[in-house]
């Protein structure tokens, strides 16, 4: 979970192989309507999460076990995720300075979400509590955070 930019992607993708558990991007999961707005530099509304976070917690549910990368930025998502889920939930935090994600989001090509959205999304961010989330510092090397996070699921809730 974090921000757009903060590499849910990436880390999703390489935790995925290094645990043999198969990764979905949550991007790909919300409806056209959402990225065409969030294209168009339209933040998301409440009422425009819930379909998306009701599709992804039902591929937590049927694809268990299974890796989404998903913002999740407000604890009533997170707890709408746990909740439809249908087993347990682990939230792998991804942060860092908003100068390093501002970067990373203008230099990427292809993606729907403007670097012009960014600062709606850290305002719509509750920041878990270290018992919701694991924190990722996403200043570290893809490795260390892959790493982390396998140590950190190993280690159980």
């Not at 409806?31 to 999460?49: E, K, Q, S």
């Amino acid at each position: 979970m974090g921000v757009s930019g903060t590499g849910k992607t990436s880390v999703g993708q390489a935790l995925s192989a290094r645990l043999g558990i198969p990764y979905l991007d949550g991007d790909d999961l919300h409806p056209a309507a959402n990225v065409a707005r969030m294209a168009a530099g339209i933040p998301l509304t409440d009422a425009d999460r819930w379909p998306w976070l009701d599709r992804v917690a039902s591929m937590l549910d049927s694809r268990a076990p299974v890796i989404i990368g998903c913002s999740a930025l407000r604890r009533s998502y997170r707890d709408r995720l746990r909740a439809g889920a249908g087993g347990p939930l682990r939230f792998l935090h991804l942060t860092g300075p908003r100068a390093v994600i501002a970067a990373r989001m203008a230099g990427r090509a292809g993606h729907y979400m403007p670097p012009a959205l960014l600062d709606s999304q850290l305002a719509t961010l509750e920041v878990p509590s270290a018992d919701e989330a694991i924190p990722l510092d996403i200043t570290q090397p893809l490795e260390t955070l892959v790493e982390a996070a396998a140590a950190a699921l190993r280690e159980g809730p």
